[in-house]
């Protein structure tokens, strides 16, 4: 973590810091929009059952992006929503990405089926590039967890991910540390000791601080002033660690310079991937987060 006193200097009026853009090294696929089966409370982009600010992406949407990504290089794609086991091709979404490049699916697992765990699994085993799974949980007890992610889904979670890891895949659990105390140690070790309960003696766990935007701004607090990047902040080398040099999110509305900000309508880019292959101004308080807490929101 990057350690300096932002609010020594009034940094409202200074430019931010510009960021190149240096390949496509990993397409992000907003394949079900803003709509999810859940609302959690620290949802950065406010999905549930009633946002379609996004819509669902349609197949012949995600195979264009796909293929222009692959034309630049691409060498991941993850597809995040909302929830994209909530859209009905989700099947021909994955089968046509893994042709690509290996795949990454951001899930809260609820929706994952006996019949697709297996599908998954035989996926995994035989797909030309590699498939893996990231399933969310914010805590290591229904108390902790459905404060956020609503009631009753940590039994559903849990569940989910024993389906998966008996089918054979092993997703990482990815928390949010909504709860300071989580991402010290000890609130690591309990998430192992959670999932050793449940058999899964092979853990694999990727954490993530908030972003204050979004349902996030009202559960808990937005951005300061201070908290704004400006001309000079950014370190040598840096540009490599903000995923944004080389990633881009496509959505049905068109292409973002990251997932964190597709609710921001002054970020988006154009239609295409190739609209979007030019620098951009790192002027949301969002990435503030990115900068200090060294965020990415890749696995
Ligand atoms: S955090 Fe994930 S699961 Fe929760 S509402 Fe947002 S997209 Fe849905
Ligand atoms: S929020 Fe993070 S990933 Fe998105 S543009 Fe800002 S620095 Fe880049």
């Known amino acids: 973590m990057i350690e300096v006193d932002f609010r ?93 490049a ?18 998954l699994a035989h996926k995994f085993k035989t797909a030309k590039y590699s498939l893996d799974l990231r399933v969310s949980l914010d805590g290591t007890t229904p108390k902790e967890n459905d404060a956020i992610r609503g009631r009753k889904t940590f039994d559903k979670i849990i569940a989910s991910v024993e389906l998966l890891w008996n089918a054979g895949i092993n997703p990482v659990i990815t928390v949010t540390t909504c709860h300071a105390d989580l991402s010290a140690v000890e609130g690591r070790m309990k998430f192992i000791e959670l999932l050793a309960e449940h058999g899964i003696t092979q853990p694999r766990m990727k954490f993530l601080s908030p972003f204050k935007i979004g349902r996030e701004e009202r559960r808990d607090q937005g951005y300061a002033d201070y908290q704004r990047l400006v001309e000079g902040d950014l370190l040598e080398g840096e540009e490599h660690d903000l995923q944004c040099s080389s ?5 049905a509305k068109g292409v973002w310079p990251c997932p964190i900000l597709i609710e921001v309508p002054e970020a988006r880019m154009g239609i295409s991937l190739d609209d979007a292959a030019i620098p951009i101004k790192l002027d949301h308080p969002a990435c503030y987060t990115c900068h200090v807490e060294g965020v990415s929101c890749r696995t």
Not at 54 to 81: C, K, N, W
Not at 102 to 119: R, V
């Open 102 to 119: 290996p795949l990454n699916i951001l899930t809260n697992g609820i929706l994952i089926t006996p019949e697709m765990a297996d599908w």
């Open 247 to 251: 990633c881009r999110m496509v959505t």
């Open 8 to 100: 020594a200097v009034d940094r409202k009026d200074l430019p931010p810091p510009t960021l190149d853009f240096l390949h496509l090294d990993t397409l992000w696929l907003q394949v079900t929009g803003t709509l999810c089966n859940l609302a959690c409370t620290h949802c950065f982009i406010s999905c549930g059952p009633k946002n379609d600010s996004h819509p669902f992406m349609s197949l012949d949407d995600v195979r264009g992006a796909v293929e222009s990504a692959a034309a630049m290089g691409v060498q991941e794609i993850y597809f995040t929503g909302g929830e994209p086991f909530m859209h009905p091709d989700i099947k021909e979404m994955i089968e046509l990405c893994l042709e690509v």
